[in-house]
Every structure is written in structure tokens, then in C-alpha cells.
């Protein structure tokens, strides 16, 4: 079957949800609480389904979180009546949401990492994966959740073009932000929202560029770099409704002031651990390379981590050929939730370009292959994996524990293939 033809049965499952939902906000479940990962692509999903709400006339609550984990979910489902959306996370974590969502009359999952298990019958799961569409090249989590609304606004008869426009515009930011556009060009979910903004206005090709009018004539990719520093790195300072206030056309002039001041937070904090490590290196095993920068981050959030791997590439201190890795305390205060009384390690990984080469090759496992399994082998949780970015959760001091797990993951495979 064609790409496009899974788009088609994915749309289609997408307004019999719409449909379902609607129904639950009749018979008298007002509360909506929409969950959202706080990076680019996060941010883009909750302000695409704000968008949706607002012409609705729905009341509802916006909930960034920097990780999906058992103790959140409980304590959010024990404290949350009506209906729960998660947007952008969740997906691999669909079956443990499962278990803690019979409280609620309608938990609705929409994601686009690899799909968990199977959910009760109050609980919707909306991924492209499991219509066969790669949610890592044609669909971000913001694509899910604009189809969403999208098709909320069309049953409700509420849609118009300039409305889709909008909604297509945080696709492409969020497509954008996950790695998605292709030297220009998008596909699946991501190029049918690219023809509506397109269309619409709400972004205009320039040169080999695409800039977005209405937020300061500013280029996707810089308004992807706002939000990220809005979202990740000011996430412990509330700044993920910064982010998400711009996106929905609040004052940008106030967004990019903020944003200005976490970059330079960021670049202090990454120039001094960055220091450290040309002086002594990274520390290292036999395919996997490594930072534990624990709390010296503090103020940035977990995503930080990230980002920091994506510097160190950039600036040539890592092994081309082994896969890089970082750890980082995750807070055990939960902006929006509370304390979870946790003692949480966030992991992140990227690869050099060069050994992405090989990976791609079929020489190499993928962290689609390599984080789930070594997360499960130490009892962590994996929420949020890609091929070439991976992020995932492990008790603190586990972290020998889980390069070891990686080195015999990646034996395993190596055998098996």
C-alpha cells in the first residue's frame, strides 16, 4: 500500500476519534488536561490542539512535561478527572497509561514514536505507526495532533481554510523540529500540511528557505530554536507557555527577549563542561562514548542533555564511530504536578554523522534496537525513540549498569544478524 493510502486510513481513524471525543464532551466531560512534551515538536502538538479548543470554546489545560515515567503518570491520573490527552510522549508507554486511565472517561494518546501495547477500551491510541506510516520521516507529533484538530473543527463544522493553515503551519514547525524535512521537501501527514500552509500563506518558500509571515517573518528553523529554548531549556521557569503563547500569536518581542536570555544561559553552562571535556575526554567502552553531567545543568531542563550532545558533535570532541550518550538528574519537582519523590536519571543519544552512514547501511543497530532493550535490561523506562535520537529513563546510579546493558544489546544483535 502506498504512503499515501495509510494516510488516507489514518485520517479516517483520526475522525472517528474526533467523533468519540465530541460525543464525551456532550454527555457532560468538561475537563480537558492535554499533556505535551516541552521540545519543539511538543510545544508545536499542544498549541495546535489549543488551537482547536479555543474555536470549540472548550475549556482546558495545557500540561508540558520533559518525561513520561510510572510515578507521573499515577499521581496525574489520580489527580485528574475528565479527559486526558497526551501529545507527542506516551506512545511507548500506551499500555502502563492503560493502566492507570480507568479513572478518567477518555484518555486520548496522540503520538508518533513506536507504538507500547494495547490500551482499554476508554483509551484512543492515534499513531501513525501503527498504520504503517514512519513517524520518524512522515509524521511528527505535532502532525497527530493538528490531523486531530483538524478533524475535531471539521466535525463540529467549525473548520475554515485559514484555520488549516494555521494548523498546518505547527505541523511544519514541529516536522521541522523532530528532523523531518528533507532537504525541502516533507512527506506523508507532513506533506499534505505543507501544501495547505503553502496555500494559506501561513508560510512562504524564500530561496531555499520557508519563513513564517505572521510570527516576524522569522524562518521555520529559527522559530523551531526559539521554541526549544523556550520550551527545554526555560522549561523549570515556566517557559513552555512562553512558547506556546508565541506560536498562538502572542507577543513575540517578549518570546525572543526570553529566549535570548536562556541561549546565553546555555551557551555558559555548555562552554564550561565542554572545556572540561577537551582537557579529559569523554569517558568511553568498546562501541559507546559518554557524559554524566548529573545536576550541573540546573537551571535548563533534562532536554538539555540533548542539545549538549548535538554541540559536542558540532564541535568535534566525540569518537566518529561510537554511538554518544549523556546522562542528566531529572528533578524530582514536577512543574503543573508536584514533588513525584523520585531519584531519576534522563538519558539522551545522538550519532556522529559518520556513523550514521553505517547504521543506515544495516551494519548497525539502530537506538530504536539498542535504548528500548538496555532501558528494559536495567528496569528504566524508554519514552521517546527514534532511529538516530533517543531518549529514556533509569534509576540514579544506574548508569554503569546501563552501558553495560547497552554493550550486550548491541552483542546480541550483532549475533543475531
Known amino acids: 500500500m502506498r504512503v499515501m493510502d495509510k494516510v488516507a486510513n489514518f485520517i479516517r481513524e483520526n475522525r472517528r476519534a474526533a467523533v468519540r471525543f465530541l460525543e464525551s464532551m456532550r454527555e457532560g466531560h468538561e475537563s480537558i488536561t492535554v499533556v505535551h512534551h516541552n521540545d519543539a515538536d511538543g510545544i508545536a502538538a499542544g498549541a495546535a490542539l489549543a488551537t482547536a479548543f479555543e474555536r470549540l470554546a472548550f475549556d482546558y489545560r495545557l500540561l508540558p512535561i520533559e518525561k513520561i515515567y510510572e510515578p507521573l503518570i499515577k499521581k496525574l491520573h489520580a489527580g485528574t478527572d475528565g479527559i486526558i490527552i497526551y501529545a507527542d510522549l506516551g506512545g511507548q508507554s500506551s499500555e502502563l497509561i492503560g493502566r492507570y486511565a480507568t479513572r478518567n472517561s477518555l484518555v486520548i494518546i496522540l503520538d508518533h514514536h513506536l507504538p507500547g501495547g494495547p490500551v ?3 483509551t484512543i491510541h492515534l499513531n501513525p505507526e501503527l498504520y504503517g506510516i514512519s513517524g520518524d520521516d512522515d ?5 497527530v495532533c493538528a490531523l486531530f484538530a ?3 473543527l471539521r466535525e463540529a463544522e467549525l473548520d475554515t481554510p485559514d484555520g488549516e493553515g494555521r494548523l498546518a503551519m505547527l505541523d511544519l514547525i514541529g516536522a521541522v523540529g523532530d528532523g523531518q524535512e528533507r532537504n525541502g521537501i516533507f512527506t506523508g501527514v507532513n ?3 505543507f501544501e495547505a500552509a503553502t496555500k494559506q500563506g501561513m508560510v512562504q518558500e524564500v530561496g531555499t528557505g520557508l519563513i513564517i509571515p505572521r510570527l516576524c517573518e522569522k524562518t521555520v528553523e529559527e522559530i523551531v530554536e526559539i521554541v526549544t529554548l523556550l520550551g527545554s531549556v526555560g522549561f523549570y521557569s515556566g517557559d513552555a507557555a512562553t512558547a506556546i503563547k508565541l506560536l498562538l500569536g502572542g507577543d513575540p518581542d517578549k518570546a525572543m527577549r526570553r529566549a535570548a536570555q536562556l541561549e546565553e544561559l546555555k551557551t555558559t553552562l555548555f562552554a564550561r563542561e565542554s572545556e572540561q571535556i577537551r582537557h579529559e575526554g569523554l569517558a568511553q567502552s568498546d ?3 559518554w557524559i554524566d553531567v548529573k545536576d550541573r545543568f540546573i537551571p535548563m531542563g533534562v532536554k538539555a542533555i540533548g542539545l549538549f550532545l548535538q ?3 558540532a564541535q568535534e570532541l566525540v569518537v566518529e564511530d561510537k554511538y ?6 531529572l528533578p524530582a519537582e514536577v512543574p503543573g504536578v508536584g514533588r513525584i519523590g523520585t531519584a531519576l536519571t534522563k538519558i539522551s543519544s545522538r550519532v556522529h554523522p559518520e556513523l550514521r552512514k553505517v547504521i543506515e547501511a544495516g551494519r548497525l543497530p539502530d537506538f530504536m534496537v539498542l535504548v528500548p532493550g538496555a532501558t528494559a535490561l536495567v528496569d528504566g523506562t524508554a519514552d521517546g525513540c527514534h532511529r538516530f535520537a533517543a531518549a529514556s529513563l533509569i534509576d540514579r546510579g544506574r548508569e554503569d549498569d546501563f552501558i553495560r546493558a547497552l554493550e550486550a544489546v548491541l552483542a546480541t544483535h550483532s549475533r543475531s544478524s
Not at 509524521?139 to 502532525?143: D, K, R, V
Not at 554518544?324 to 538528574?329: E, P, R, T, V
Open 191 to 193: 506533506e499534505i500540511f
Open 324 to 329: 554518544l550518550f549523556g546522562f542528566q538528574h
Open 150 to 152: 483538524r478533524e475535531l
Open 287 to 289: 562501541h559507546f562514548q
Open 311 to 313: 554541540h559536542l558533535i
Open 120 to 122: 482499554p477500551g476508554n
Open 139 to 143: 509524521a511528527s507529533g505535532a502532525s
